[in-house]
Each structure stands twice: as structure tokens, then as C-alpha cells.
């Protein structure tokens, strides 16, 4: 596996969000368990977007956003779900990528575990489920995808024709920005949104 080139993730969020698609996500727990899967939905967001955590400026809960490319941002939404980000771009411009959807690829009945015994494509076909299925809290927060035990391998493997872009989904602001990305016809996307291509 090639380790994680973050050069592609430090231009816009966009480009960083395309880039992901089909990068391997590999997660080791402490007890050396790994579980692996393939990113399949992806959305950017950067500080000139209403919708994304860096819009009103650099706070605590999303510094790590402002720092290099190629990071763990998590947080919690709704006070339930932890979820997963990339951070993009450079160092000082608040910008991210959300992980959606993954297929999953090792390590399955662990990720189903702890899931609560979700199967099929129910495991890890939004950011939350995501997050919650490789075991990602706010303790991987700033963490170094280049290394374990969360590290990302490859990107920029999935040809235009393959990748469906869309307006994003569950926003309240921002919604209308074609800034959601996802392989086309995978089952592990979260759900389905108007076709801009």
C-alpha cells in the first residue's frame, strides 16, 4: 500500500474531497485488531462556506482545521455522533474534508460489534456510522493520517466518470453547493441526493 501523499490534499477542499474517493482508511486498536475500508462519499467545506466550522474563524473545538493538510478533525454532531474529517488545504485556511461512506474491507464482525450489530450496507453508510464502526472519538482529534493507528493509503484513484457529484445533504446552510462527492452505484453511500453529473 502506498502511504498517503498529502500534497493532493493541500489545494482546495473540492479537489482534496474528489481525491479521497477510493483511499484506503486503516484503523488498529489496542489490542492490534485492524479494520480497513474503502472511502466512498466525501463533502468539503472550507471558511468561506457557511456551512463548515471554520466559517466564523479559528476556535478550539476547530483548530485543527487551520493546520496542515492531511489531519484528523472530529467532532460531535448533535451531541451523539463523532464524525471524521481530512483536513485540506494550507496551514492557516480552515478547511476539511468529511468522510460519508465506506466500504467496509477487514475487520468487519469487529466494525459490526461496534456498530451494535448493524450489517450490510447500514455499517458505514454515513459519518456518523462511520466513525462510530472504526472505533474514531475526539482522542484521534489532530491526528497524523500519515500514521497509525489511523492512517490513510492511496487516493486519486477513481476515474471522473466514476465519481458522482451532488448538492450536500442534512445542511440547514450551504445545501446548494455542489460539494458532495461519491462512487458511482456503491451501495455504502448514505443516501441519495439530486445528480448534478
Not at 480497513?36 to 456551512?51: K, L
Not at 496542515?68 to 476539511?96: D, E, I, K
Not at 484521534?140 to 477513481?158: C, E, I, K, M, S
Not at 458511482?184 to 441519495?192: G, Q
Amino acid at each position: 500500500m502506498l502511504p498517503l501523499d498529502v500534497a493532493p490534499l493541500q489545494g482546495d477542499a473540492a479537489s482534496a474531497a474528489r481525491w479521497l474517493l477510493g483511499a484506503l482508511l486503516v484503523r488498529v486498536l489496542e489490542d492490534g485488531t485492524v479494520l480497513s475500508g474503502r472511502i466512498v462519499e466525501t463533502e468539503a467545506y472550507d471558511q468561506h462556506d457557511p456551512a463548515s466550522h471554520t466559517y466564523r474563524g479559528r476556535t478550539k473545538r476547530n483548530a485543527a482545521m487551520f493546520g496542515p493538510a492531511g489531519r484528523a478533525y472530529v467532532y460531535l454532531s448533535y451531541g451523539m455522533h463523532w464524525c471524521l474529517n481530512v483536513t485540506a488545504g494550507q496551514s492557516g485556511f480552515g478547511a476539511g474534508v468529511l468522510l460519508r461512506g465506506l466500504e467496509p474491507l477487514e475487520g468487519v464482525s469487529v466494525m459490526e460489534s461496534l456498530r451494535g450489530g448493524a450489517r450490510g450496507r447500514l455499517l458505514t453508510n454515513g459519518p456518523g456510522k462511520l466513525a462510530q464502526a472504526l472505533a474514531v472519538t475526539d482522542a484521534l482529534y489532530g491526528h497524523d493520517l500519515t500514521l497509525p493507528p489511523l492512517q490513510l493509503f492511496g487516493g486519486g484513484r477513481v476515474p471522473q466518470r466514476d465519481t458522482v457529484t451532488t448538492t450536500r445533504i442534512g445542511l440547514s446552510r450551504g445545501a446548494e453547493a455542489p460539494l458532495r462527492f461519491f462512487i458511482r452505484d456503491s451501495p455504502w453511500v448514505s443516501r441519495k441526493a439530486p445528480l448534478l453529473n
